[in-house]
């Protein structure tokens, strides 16, 4: 009764309601049927005086009531009828609203109270004083926040939040609108739509009735029922699960794969060999599937093409490191990454000689400095070759949109990054990163990227682009891939300035290459589904133990056995937990 939202879908309507209530309260009956005045109502009750604050009448009549009117008011010591029971009073009559407009509200509370009958939307105010009635549109959303619990700077965030969320929401399930009502916010239980003050004021239930093709139907969530979930930190905890639940992208890299290794454990039958890629790319160490140095897949490579690089040791003095800095000519901000890594892990833009003395001390591997391309736009390009064939091939393309957030002059950067799922989920990191920083308000259109790297483990998006593939595209990485020696399978992760002058093989720079363990990236922009990822991963393996079984035979290479195998993933999971 004190957050509504109003919602047109698909052949129907959604109306949904946080009741917010004094801990002291009693608990709400769950909904059922009773007879009002001589209609049959289904209503959550309060036991204490006997109303409700939404009931459902026949197959698509709603009520939904919301405390207060338009400004908060002081309220009196006691009052002639509760608000729930003048919900039920005018609700059960044959014509609600013109019994609103008629009845006598003296002596009785502030109110609002909402009304979707036979397929119109009414808004009727009471203010203590004098009613208020408008109709309003079903063509669009609506939402209401209590004036007594919320001042018009947070009505007006809600407000937004239901916009945004609206904007990039790709379905309207009913699951969909609740979780917005359970999850929306910032992470602030003061001002979220599920709220917990101090203990003593709490959201306490989520009622959603959904009128579609003329039926009604209602849902009814008891959040102490759920165990409390109204606590903030737990709140957070339901948020980071739902999302990385029902977004196949963020689930754990086993549970993509699992389904496929099926195929993986046919193609090592085939080839006798679990590590059937091993000879995929003869020169580079395992074929850059584990524990392949970047350092010295950088010393094959031309080094027009990718930035200026210096190796540090693990445990090697600040003092030689900035020595080998000048030597190499290497500035600030410098981009910081294991040598041996993964996933984005460790990776980090240093701007100031601090921050390379703070990596420095936390890190326990040996690390790569990397002169800062700034060019805006970053991609990976999945490349192969076939053993025999004269040119290679270009599978699939992935854009990469860097973790950024674009100011609207009230919300903080805190605020901004709790309002997209992706970003929500990296704000534990980017607080330990930022601290008090992401307490800043932008101004209005201001953008700051957080992120400045296209890692997904980081925040960024990645979005399909593999209708950019063309034969001039595709010629300027063949010839590039060329110029390393044996190289025929892997992705490579590219800055450059425009996608003109890539056309053009002009203004770019090959920030990584990778090896047999890279993944068609691409298979993660979130319009695809996770049967699409497994159709992608079927593919590039089949190609994988194809280009690897024809360097065998070609070249008269052994492949990797099983025992060399399982040594080389011991080492790679024992350097990984150093990292961690």
């Given amino acids: 009764m004190c957050t509504v939202t109003f919602l047109p879908v698909k052949n129907g309507v959604y109306l949904t309601s946080n009741r917010d209530e004094q801990v002291t309260r009693a608990q709400a009956l769950p909904p059922q049927s009773y007879v009002v005045n001589g209609l ?3 209503f959550p009750k309060d036991p204490d005086k006997g109303g409700s604050w939404m009931a459902l009448k026949g197959d698509a009549d709603v009520a939904v009531l919301l405390n207060g009117a338009f400004v908060k008011h002081i309220p009196r010591s006691s009052y002639r009828k509760s608000r729930g029971l003048i919900l039920l009073e005018i609700f059960s009559q044959e014509f ?33 004083v004098q009613k208020y009635l408008q109709e309003l549109s079903t063509s669009i959303a609506h939402i209401w926040s209590s004036a007594t619990l919320y001042e018009e700077d947070i009505v007006l965030q809600r407000a937004r939040w239901f916009s945004d969320w609206q904007a990039h929401q790709r379905r309207f399930a009913v699951k969909d609108i609740l979780d917005f009502h359970r999850f929306g916010g910032t992470g602030n239980p003061e001002q979220d739509l599920v709220i917990n003050r101090h203990g003593k004021m709490m959201t306490k239930s989520i009622t959603n009735i959904a009128i579609v093709k003329g039926k009604g139907k209602m849902t009814y969530l008891d959040l102490q029922q759920l165990g409390k979930p109204a606590d903030g930190k737990l709140m957070l905890w339901f948020r980071k699960a739902a999302i990385r639940t029902f977004n196949w992208e963020y689930w754990p890299l086993q549970l993509v794969y699992a389904p496929v290794m099926w195929y993986w454990f046919w193609l090592s039958l085939k080839a006798r060999s679990l590590f059937f890629f091993s000879a995929a790319n003869p020169l580079i160490l395992n074929s850059g599937f584990a524990m392949g140095k970047k350092s010295s897949i950088y010393e094959l490579m031309p080094g027009k093409y990718y930035p200026k690089t210096l190796l540090c040791r693990s445990g090697e003095k600040i003092e030689d490191v900035e020595k080998d800095l000048e030597l190499k000519g290497l500035r600030f901000p410098l981009m910081a990454k294991p040598d041996i890594g993964e996933r984005g892990v460790k990776v980090k833009l240093l701007q100031s000689e601090p921050e390379l003395r703070n990596y420095l001390e936390e890190n326990q591997v040996d690390f790569l400095l990397q ?36 100011g609207d002059g009230n919300a903080t950067i805190a605020m901004l990054l709790g309002k997209e799922d992706r970003s929500f989920l990296q704000l534990d990191a980017l607080n330990k990163l930022y601290g008090n920083d992401l307490n800043r308000v932008l101004a209005d259109g201001v953008c700051e990227e957080l992120v400045p790297y296209g890692s997904h483990n980081r925040g960024a ?15 300027v990485i063949d010839q590039f891939c060329q110029k390393i020696p044996e190289f025929y399978y892997g992705r490579l992760d590219i800055k450059f300035k425009s996608w003109e002058e890539l056309y053009a093989g002009e203004h770019f720079a090959v920030i ?30 089949q190609l994988l133990y194809q280009i690897s079984r024809l360097n065998a035979r070609r070249k008269g290479l052994m492949l990797m056995g099983n025992a060399e195998g399982f040594r080389m993933i011991k080492a790679h999971v024992a350097h990984l937990k150093m990292m961690a």
């Fill in 461 to 475: 998006k990645f979005i399909d682009l593999s209708f950019r593939i063309n034969e001039e595209l595709s010629t």
């Fill in 371 to 406: 002169e800062y391309i700034d060019y805006e736009l970053e991609v990976g390009v999945f490349y192969y070759r076939i053993p025999g064939e004269r040119k290679g091939q270009l599978s699939g393309i992935v854009g990469k949109e860097f973790l950024k957030v674009r």
């Fill in 96 to 128: 609600p609203v013109l019994y609103f407009e008629t009845y006598d509200l003296l002596e009785v509370e502030p109110f609002t109270l909402i009304l979707y009958l036979k397929g119109k939307l009414y808004e009727c105010r009471w203010t203590g």
């Fill in 512 to 541: 990584e290459v990778n090896g047999a363990a890279s993944e068609p990236t691409h298979m993660y922009d979130p319009v695809h589904s996770v049967f699409f990822a497994w159709k992608e991963i079927i593919r590039h393996w």
């Fill in 40 to 42: 049959t109502l289904t």
